[in-house]
């Protein structure tokens, strides 16, 4: 069997991020895992353009991989519904080894619990005489034999015929509501027929004449014979009652699938109660977990692309389960506790790798995933400008160009075209589309890169970028906040920052840097700016 395994990139995602989880689900899904490809943040224009362009679906948005209740080895203990009786319920709690059964309706919301508590108590403190159940019920928990069946619903009065005849005519016991236990007693049983009593229980097994069954037919009288004896059977009738009649409704403590292990636990661990019923959102039942669940908890496997730092991956990473990771960036600060498959590459794209990833596996990519890893490496390298552009992009674009069969350079005027567009964007959402913070020399940095066809759009609010710039940096605290606006024709970048430093921007560049300097021959956050951020930090030591 397949394990599940969800696929993903960095926060904010990017177009080679999104379309490099895409790409490696579908290979993965060849092999050996069950993939799920997910983005943990909104897509870009130029994302979606790509996915739309190709007809591929959007990946699964997630906010974090942090262990839910759904992912424990909860018990999956069959429900019964209210109108099973009270000994079908003892029976499936004895045969399942349980203490705490749910109860669903019809249509699987739970609706209460039954305990062995609250069964064990019912028997001692419970109306004994009184009896609201099925005739079904009745003549399974009895294993009885149907003499006649007159109606499904048996609510009423037990009586078990230790008087004479006559007696039971003087003080006029029987009537309509009555439940009748005897034996071969046949004049109490046609007497019985005459009062129209609600069931008669014959015990024993024996023989009923043929015309005190005709007459209970005729009158509308429910009548079963037992094997049981009188006393057995009177001991026994009272739990034929609908388990209904003895569960809990009010203040039952459930869980939902989705709540957090941490946020759970402590109620669990401290709460009298041992074991509790799990719903989906809808409050449908799924099943019953417990304190032994909590011990060791399954968390959710998960592969990293295009990242590998704590800082840019989703929250709740150090609960999951990382079994592989495939990056083209400098290595971070993610651990496992056992080894793991690093595939880490200083080439342009992820998808470059992956591109590597469908040879050695020899497996043919298809046309859509093609186009998506031709996207992912056009978009990270600038179409193939960028400094960080290897012989390997190069030639992977160039293999994948001839599985689409479409023209590169014009889908990528087109794609930045619409990737850069800033019609209908807030300063925020243009600051924060492309934002990733980082460690670098023991400070912290935070680079957002915007990329552009017209460095007039932003140039007109300068202003407000500056303020948000600003707030951003005081708020995280950060040593440097930098906002890179690259200008993808003339391949160069404009630059816009608060530091707690004011040298830092030109050291690292060697030159004056002030609100808005376009620094020439500068496009790749990593490969260019990152290294020259290090060496001026150097320098301030």
Known sequence: MKENVMIFG????????????????????????????????????????????????????????????????YDRIMALEPSNSILTA????????????????????????????????????????????TFINIKSD?????????????????????????SIIKEDIFDVNTIVITGDRFDIIDYAIQRKVQLIVVTGNKKIPTLLVEKAAVTGVNMLKTPYDTYYTSKLINQTNFVSSIMKRERLVRFKENEYL????????????????????????????????????????????DHNEYAQSAEGLNEANVIEIIDHHKIGDISTALPISFRNM??????????????????????????????????????????????????AVEKLTEITGIKPDTFALEMFKMGTSLVGKSVSDVFFNDFKEFMLEGCKIAISQVFTLNFQEILDNQSVYLETI?????????YLTLMVVTDIIEEGSYMLFESKNESVMSLAFEKSVEQGTFIG??????????PKLINALNILK
């Open 521 to 530: 021959n500068c496009v790749s956050r990593k490969k260019q700016i990152i």
């Open 10 to 73: 960095h926060r904010n995602p990017d177009t080679d991020s999104v379309t490099s989880a895409i790409a490696l689900s579908y290979l993965k899904n060849q092999t050996q895992y069950h993939a799920l490809p997910c983005v943990l943040g909104d897509l870009s224009k130029e994302s979606e353009f790509v996915l739309d362009y190709f007809k591929v679906a959007h990946p699964h948005r997630i906010d974090d991989v942090k262990i839910q209740l759904k992912d424990l080895l």
């Open 142 to 166: 009895l294993k009885a034999e149907t003499l006649n069946y007159a109606h499904s619903d048996v609510n009423g009065k037990i009586s078990i015929t230790a008087f004479h005849d006559s």
């Open 346 to 395: 200083p080439v342009g794209s992820t998808n470059t790798i992956i591109f590597q990833l469908f040879k050695e596996e020899q497996i043919e990519i298809p046309k859509d995933i093609a186009g998506l890893m031709m996207s992912g490496i056009i978009s990270d390298t600038l179409f193939l400008k960028s400094p960080t552009t290897t012989v390997f992009d190069e030639m």
């Open 262 to 305: 941490e946020n759970c636990r402590e109620i669990i661990q401290t709460s009298k109660h041992s074991k509790f019923p799990l719903v989906d959102e809808k409050g449908k039942y799924l099943g019953i977990i417990g304190r032994t669940h909590f011990l060791n908890p399954t968390k959710k496997n998960v592969i990293l692309v």
């Open 470 to 478: 600003k707030r951003v940096h005081h708020d995280k605290d950060h």
């Open 90 to 133: 003892t029976k499936h709690m004895n045969d399942n080894k349980i203490r705490t059964l749910p109860i669903v309706d019809s249509e699987g919301y739970l609706i209460g619990i039954v305990t062995m508590k609250d069964i064990a108590m019912s028997a001692i403190h419970g109306d004994l005489h009184t009896l609201n159940t």
